[in-house]
């Protein structure tokens, strides 16, 4: 059987259905505790004095620990994962991310003390009997005001509140002629409001210490149990890695929002050594709000020029990036290297220039969310295009085909190099939305729009033609421009005596459909059945060291690491079958799960050979016994999924609620291994996207305290806010990796927004052009734009 392209049912979903999934809070521990963090209700605050006593003598209370007991202990600071330099090359301000805070909390749920004790409702009565004072300070929660003079400062060595400012692309002052030169220029001022990650399962940790061993278990909800041991280990606690196990069990969801490095992981390790016992802390959903990296929180000038046939000339971008009060693991790659980047998209853009400034507020960090400075780079492009197509007078297709990069394969032709650092694998960009223009019928919604707008009925089409980056890579490349970490992937094929196949992956899975999907290709490879394959990942000890699940890698960059094993595999069974059927190697072909002769009915199966590789009677002299071996995969080159993504709507002229009536997706991804999971990866990305465009959006006062710190004040897309999607691909393999693959995980999430903010700036197209509605677009936003016109 071919398994490639096949939608087979996720093998994975048997224990989820059925309850028997184990996430990290189901575990428990002989003698475990339980851990109650105590958070700063304040933005910003002196702790002017903390008594602990009283809860210290509750019952049932096992120890308490401060801000102080970690300062005391020596214990440095979570870390940053990735470094950018100033303009003028110097070091970005990397302030302290402390375990617990000892003297001036920054954000509202910054630590200040653990509670650990017999069970969490004890611990929590004791946080009660803490008693704090603080001396209450002024705050500033928006980027853009952040770094004004006199606005309160976050970090004392951060001056107006600034990391780092960055800049990419052509000479600004060529791009500044191009604008200024340009028959027509669109500008935007544009808000990429902050998100908040809300993955169903929590984050948990357990820090276990066995004094027998001398060796700490950390238990933890994390998309990458690997680097957490790396930066907890040898930058956090000094801990030698080999102490140190790391499992990630079933994880439900992250979006990006589990692959940093917490506090909370390394504050239960740290404490289950000074008590002698495991201890377990695992959020609540409002911690979750205050503490979960939130995404985006973007504040962006953006201005794009026109000749006059309406050939894009120059793109002129300035962006204030909050990265709230400390750095998170990657946060400082997301506007740059993953949104800078981006800024070419699908267009023959000749001249661009992107000034990023990255500044530090008094709220929760900002890191990684779905897409991660992808969809921030698309909205601004996207919103431009139809915006500029409004005032010239242009159909938006037709000023997208205008300006699309011609089509190549990265084969016969090269990448395409782009303005802004990067080049592109492969790429067809017309017949994405040629299917998509099809799909929702153009001319005829042109004449139903035209018949609707005259009684009094607003419908809007919105479009999006997109390009993301995946697979980040390659790590020497990373490595000089920030990162702090590899960014390959490992893969081990153990073939068993039986013939039977485990494969240990450095890529994990959470939510993903990993078990199923890699399966298939080790399948198809090997032509064994997908029950005779294992997939095991998550656990620090079982499998070598690999870089997580993120930026849409892991077919990408883990599969072709375990393709890489594969054909190691197969390289070494060719010589045994050919000792066992007494030929040449060259004369073998394999096909079905058998080496055969050519011209022959001469043949061994795979079995056999696994069988003869472990017990090695009869066989070849000087090859060594067993069939297992280990790749580490280490890409060549980003990959570039593009795609078209199309909304209609209707918006009410009386209440300006706004109705998603269609939603069509053309999507390119490469070559699809199971095109039901690429389906789901798109249905979910397409929920998110649209959810930012409507529904979603964290929002802090003036003095940093968050409004919107429940599902009662976030607004998150339910079913029936949503159309059934109309979904479609077009197929241009990655030509750098074995696979052809591209990625799939963040498409949805990237051209979506975009497209339906566009729709609705479409449909108020009879009150004029409407620039400055922001996200979510709520009835109330819709409405008052509608009225101010």
């Not at 100033?86 to 001036?104: I, Q, S």
């Not at 609540?284 to 309406?310: I, N, P, Q």
């Not at 002129?316 to 946060?331: E, K, P």
Request: hydrophobic share 40%; proline share 5%; glycine share 10%.
């Amino acid at each position: 059987m071919t398994y490639i392209g096949q939608s087979v049912k996720r093998v994975e979903d048997k224990r989820f259905t059925t309850g028997k999934g184990k996430y990290t809070d189901d575990i428990k521990l002989v003698g475990m505790t339980h851990a109650h963090i105590v958070r700063s209700p304040y933005a910003h605050a002196i702790i002017k004095s903390i008594d602990i006593d009283t809860a210290l003598a509750h019952p049932g209370v096992v120890a308490i620990f401060t801000g102080k007991d970690i300062a005391a202990a020596g214990i440095n600071g979570v870390p940053a994962g990735w470094q950018v330099n100033f303009k003028d090359g110097t070091t970005m301000k990397e302030p302290p991310h402390p375990l617990l805070v000892a003297d001036r909390v920054k954000h509202v749920g910054d630590g200040i003390a653990v509670i650990i004790a017999e069970d969490l409702a004890t611990a929590r009565d004791a946080a009660d009997l803490i008693e704090i004072d603080y001396e209450v300070l002024p705050a500033v929660t928006n980027p853009a005001e952040a770094v004004k003079a006199g606005a309160p400062q976050v970090h004392d060595n951060a001056p107006n509140n600034i990391c780092f400012d960055w800049e990419l692309g052509n000479p600004k002052a060529e791009v500044d002629a191009a604008i200024a030169a340009s028959h027509h220029v669109t500008r935007l001022d544009l808000v990429n409001q902050r998100m908040a990650p809300n993955a169903i399962e929590p984050r948990s940790a357990i820090g276990h210490y066995d004094d027998s061993k001398d060796k700490f278990t950390l238990y933890t909800t994390s998309q990458n149990p690997h680097l957490t041991r790396l930066l907890m280990c040898a930058f956090v606690l000094g801990i030698p890695e080999h102490k140190v196990q790391v499992i990630a069990p079933d994880v439900g969801g992250g979006f990006g929002s589990k692959i940093f490095h917490y506090i909370e992981e390394a504050l239960v390790i740290w404490a289950s050594k000074q008590i002698g016992r495991p201890i377990k802390w695992t959020s609540t959903r409002s911690e979750a709000f205050l503490t979960d990296a939130h995404g985006r929180d973007h504040v962006t000038t953006a201005e794009m020029g026109f000749d006059k046939e309406g050939k894009v000339t120059a793109l002129r971008v300035s962006t204030f990036a909050n990265l709230g009060a400390y750095i998170s693991t990657f946060a400082p790659a997301v506007p740059t290297y993953l949104h800078g980047t981006l800024l070419q998209g699908l267009y023959t853009t000749p001249k661009i220039h992107v000034d990023v400034t990255a500044v530090f507020t008094h709220t929760n960090a900002v890191d990684a969310y779905r897409g991660a400075g992808r969809p921030e780079a698309t909205y601004l492009l996207e919103r431009l295009m139809d915006t500029a197509a409004l005032e010239m007078g242009m159909d938006p297709a037709e000023l997208r085909f205008k300006n699309f990069i011609p089509a190549f394969d990265g084969v016969t032709q090269p990448g395409y190099q782009t303005q802004v650092a990067l080049q592109y694998d492969s790429g067809n960009y017309e017949p994405v939305l040629e299917r998509g223009l099809e799909m929702v019928g153009y001319e005829n919604f042109r004449k139903e729009q035209a018949e609707a707008r005259k009684n009094g009925k607003l419908l809007g089409i919105g479009f999006s033609t997109y390009i993301e980056a995946c697979g980040i890579a390659p790590s020497a490349v990373v490595g000089a421009l920030g990162a702090r970490a590899g960014l390959y992937e490992s893969a081990q094929v153990r073939v068993q005596p039986t013939g039977k196949v485990s494969v240990f992956t450095g890529s994990h899975s959470h939510g993903q459909g990993h078990e199923t999907t890699f399966a298939q290709v080790v399948a198809d490879r090997l032509g064994i059945a997908m029950e005779d394959i294992d997939i095991v990942h998550g656990d620090s000890d079982s499998v070598a060291f690999g870089m997580g699940t993120y930026g849409s890698r892991s077919l990408a960059v883990g599969g072709s690491a375990i393709v890489k094993s594969i054909d190691k595999v197969l390289e070494k069974g060719a010589k045994i079958a050919a000792h066992k059927l007494e030929a040449a190697e060259e004369d073998l072909e394999y096909a079905g799960g058998r080496w055969t002769v050519k011209g022959t009915d001469k043949s061994i199966g795979f079995g056999d050979i696994a069988l003869t590789a472990y017990v090695p009677h009869d066989y070849p002299a000087g090859l060594e016994p067993g069939l297992d071996f280990s790749s580490f995969y280490d890409p060549a080159n980003f990959t570039y999924p593009f795609g078209c993504h199309i909304a209609i709507v209707e918006v009410d002229a009386d209440t300006g609620k706004v109705t998603l009536k269609r939603f069509i997706a053309v999507d390119d991804v490469g070559n699809v291994i199971n095109p039901m999971i690429v389906d789901g990866q798109i249905h979910g990305g397409l929920a998110q996207g649209i959810g930012q465009a409507m529904l979603e959006g964290v929002a802090y006062d003036a003095e940093g305290q968050l409004m919107t710190g429940s599902f009662m004040d976030y607004a998150m897309p339910r079913a029936d806010d949503l159309p059934s999607f109309e979904i479609d691909r077009k197929v241009t393999p990655c030509p750098h990796n074995p696979l052809g693959v591209k990625g799939a995980g963040e498409a949805g999430c990237i051209g979506s927004t975009p497209a339906v903010v566009n729709a609705v700036m479409d449909a108020l197209t009879p009150f004029g052009i409407i620039k400055n509605l922001e996200m979510p677009m709520t009835p109330q936003r819709v409405w008052r734009a509608m009225h101010q016109k």
